[in-house]
Nanobody
């Protein structure tokens, strides 16, 4: 069974940084665009960032542009999300998933993504 595992979440003060990791279990990520999503209590899951299979193309939600950076290391079978200048509004469970429709990063449509991990909690609070 294809599965992704997220890690790196935690409690951080406003203005702080975290780096999330998304590792694959049982398959290689090389052929997949990968998306990061988040879901806050009472809100719908939303796309945060995505990266193409080659790593040459990335996309960000407007709310995180200039603060978050997505990257991938296919040799380590891992995708990262570096989050800087964190705000309380960034508090959510963060998930990663594979795009099953295309290798490029052009959409955050949830129905294009699969192999969701269990998520990692990010809490931004003083």
């Amino acid at each position: 069974q294809l599965q992704l595992v997220e890690s790196g979440g935690g409690l951080v003060q406003p203005g702080g940084s975290l780096r999330l990791s998304c590792a694959a279990s049982g398959f290689t990520l090389d052929y997949y665009a990968i998306g990061w999503f988040r879901q806050a209590p009472g809100k719908e899951r939303e796309g945060v960032s995505c990266i193409s299979s080659s790593g040459g193309s990335t996309n960000y939600a407007d709310s995180v542009k200039g603060r978050f950076t997505i990257s991938r290391d296919n040799a380590k079978n891992t995708v990262y999300l570096q989050m800087n200048s964190l705000k309380p509004d960034d508090t959510a469970v963060y998930y990663c998933a594979t795009n099953t429709i295309q290798a490029m990063c052009v959409s955050f449509a949830l129905n294009e993504y699969d192999s969701w991990g269990q998520g990692t909690q990010v809490t931004v609070s003083s």
